[in-house]
């Protein structure tokens, strides 16, 4: 009975250590970062927030809303607001051409694949993370100002040409800090269930074989506690893709972003999962073989 525990138990921590070692890559390789950043950016709903975000911070810089105060009389000051709002929504048209180029992509991934680099830095502990604020990880996207003014020459709109582009710094907050501590903390949490899992298997897996009265259920037990724990891994990824959602939403990113950016780290798990589900079955159903031939050579030879 000892010896079927702890096949159980071996089974298990092989499974969700593997998958623990498969999540902690998933979501720090640069590739994974590279292919999710294209993924958002190609995205019609993201490039209208993306764009929203930078026409915001340019009004904002600009100072429209106080210029357009400062020009109307009286109580008609009071529409300083509106008119500020009807700029801002004519920028963001603007600024969602500028998205959708070459030039915006190109800056883009430069910024995404700078952000990798600093996340994994602020996971390790190793300092230099000079692109995360007290608001959370924030893209630089100053060059973008200067593509947005060409954008508003072409129709014919010249009120940006008297700004100084360089002088206007363009953020985007892809993770807002609450969201940054805790991904940190579940990574860190990994890294240390990629240690301690497979040595739990190892151990219990030689344990199991040297305590078992009888080793032909060890398979089986090891095939079930596969199953054990590749059901578990499924429930966790079922529940928690909500909660990453909310967890990584925050800022100027919203529950789009956060969707294609968690939909493309699970995709890749649920199908690292499957593999492993697929090996405890044949392990359970080859252990169950083994057990029953056995049993019925006993049989026989009684």
Avoid at 27 to 51: C, H, M, N
Avoid at 84 to 109: I, P, S
Avoid at 132 to 139: A, N, Q, R, V, Y
Avoid at 219 to 237: E, I, K, M, N
Wanted: proline share 2%.
């Amino acid at each position: 009975m000892a010896g079927t525990v702890l096949a159980v138990i071996a089974g298990f921590s092989a499974i969700t250590g593997f998958m623990s070692f498969w999540a902690t890559d998933e979501i720090l390789s640069s590739s994974t970062w590279e292919s999710t950043g294209r993924a958002i950016v190609d995205d019609p709903a993201a490039q209208r927030d993306i764009s929203a975000a930078i026409a915001e911070q340019i009004i904002e810089a600009v100072g429209v809303e106080r210029f357009v105060a400062g020009l109307l009389p009286g109580a008609l000051s009071g529409l300083s607001g509106t008119i500020t709002t009807k700029a801002t929504e004519l920028l963001t048209d603007a600024t969602v051409q500028v998205v959708r180029t070459d030039f915006f992509e190109g800056v883009w991934e430069q910024a995404i694949a700078t952000v990798h680099d600093q996340f994994v830095r602020a996971v390790d502990g190793s300092g230099g993370v000079t692109s995360i604020t007290e608001k959370g990880i924030e893209l630089d996207l100053g060059g973008v100002v200067s593509a947005v003014q060409e954008q508003l020459d072409r129709r014919g709109i010249t009120v940006l040409d008297s700004i100084d582009a360089s002088r206007i710094d363009v953020t985007y907050l892809l993770i807002d800090a609450p969201g940054l501590q805790n991904v940190r903390s579940w990574i860190r949490t990994l890294r240390i269930l990629v240690i301690v899992l497979p040595a739990v298997a190892v151990i219990a897996a030689i344990a199991a074989f040297v305590i078992a009265r009888r080793r032909s259920f060890v398979a089986a037990a090891l095939g079930a506690g596969g199953l054990l724990g590749a059901a578990v891994v499924g429930l966790v990824l079922q529940s928690g893709k909500s909660r990453a959602v909310e967890e990584l939403s925050g800022g100027a990113i919203g529950p789009v972003i956060a969707d294609a950016v968690v939909t493309h780290i699970s995709s890749g798990l649920r199908g690292a999962l499957f593999v492993s589900t697929a090996v405890a079955l044949v392990v359970l159903v080859v252990g169950i073989v083994i057990a029953i031939v056995t049993s019925s050579a006993r049989a026989t030879r009684t």
